[in-house]
């Protein structure tokens, strides 16, 4: 029953994954296109904590949190390069 649970939870995170890789490409302006990155590495981390639950190893979940901060910085850039250029 957990093992379907967790392909269950693979599954959406996946497919939640391929429509915002959609919306990447589809972005009708680059402030879509940054937004749709943006929940990506969001969608990206939980895949990746999944997996440290699935795998039972914390080590991942350092990854996770390195990976957020390395995201929140380059959504930071990328907003401040949109506003008024770096």
Known sequence: MVSL?????AGLIIL???LTLFRLFKGPTVADRIVALDAMTIISISLIVLIA?????I??????IV???VSFIGVV???R??????
């Open 53 to 57: 639950h699935i795998a039972q190893r």
């Open 16 to 18: 939640s994954l391929l």
């Open 81 to 86: 390069y949109l506003e008024r250029g770096l």
């Open 67 to 69: 990976y957020g901060l």
């Open 59 to 64: 080590i991942y979940l350092d990854v996770a």
């Open 5 to 9: 649970i967790y392909q269950i939870s």
């Open 77 to 79: 850039a990328f907003a």
